[in-house]
Every structure is written in structure tokens, then in C-alpha cells.
């Protein structure tokens, strides 16, 4: 089947929101609704399914999940909606925690899912795409170079 970029982005979104929702209803979060979530991460980090940072957003990276929907959507935004929980719920009251330690192994649980710090997905679509966009950006810089003399 196939699923345009607008769609599985859509359905990222209505995702992350769900789990957000929980969050603060069950856990007692302040989690932004809807979650900011942007689809960046294949142009800097092309092996990492998605990242969470401390300013509550999510990345997440579009190859992975056009080849491996089922699971960026089942598993990676839950486990990255964990840490936002995780900093929501410790880091904003001073306390530093490890991330995928104790505390969010016990997030995970609570929602139901097995706390797994590595994914095992085919990142090779990705890895080319990162190349070919760092060699595209080596021939602009070049070209750009040529213009300005
Ligand atoms: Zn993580």
C-alpha cells in the first residue's frame, strides 16, 4: 500500500497527540497538544528513527517512517512521547534524569509497550539519502563559490 508524505505525516501528528493526551490525563503531563513534530531528522541523522528535546518537540526521521510506518507509528513517537513525558514530569521540577533510564522504562510500561532503548529497522534508504544530500550540498557550496567571484 502506498501512503503519501502528507498523510503518514498526518497520521504521525494524530499519533503523537493521542499519546500526548494520555499523558495528561492519566499521568498528570502538560504536554503541548498538538505535539510539535517536524520530519527533519533523515537530513542530519539518518540512522535515528526520531529524537525528543528538552524544548518538547519531536523529530522524527521521514524515510524511516514511509518504509517502516507500522512501527515508527506503534513504537518510536511512543517511546520519544516518553521522554517528553519524562522531562515533563522530572527535568522541569530539577531533577535530571538518564533518558531510557529507570523512569522512563517505567513510562513505557504504563503505556503498555516494551521499553527498548535501539530500534532494528533497514536504515540503508536512508544512509544513501543522507550521502546524496551531503554531496549535493559539497556541489552547491562550489557553485555558490564560483558565483560570488
Ligand atoms: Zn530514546
Redesign the pocket.
Known sequence: MEHSAEKLQLAAQRTANVYAEIANRLLGCTLPIPVPLSFNLQDTDPKTA???SRTMKLDINMILLEDNTEYILNDTLC??I??LIQFNKFDQKGTKIQ??GAE?QEIMRVLGKTPH?FHTLDTSRAIKHFKELKKAKKIKKVISKGDEE
Request: aromatic share 10%.
Open positions: 526520531g529524537t525528543a517511546h520519544e516518553g521522554h533518558d531510557h522512563w532503548k
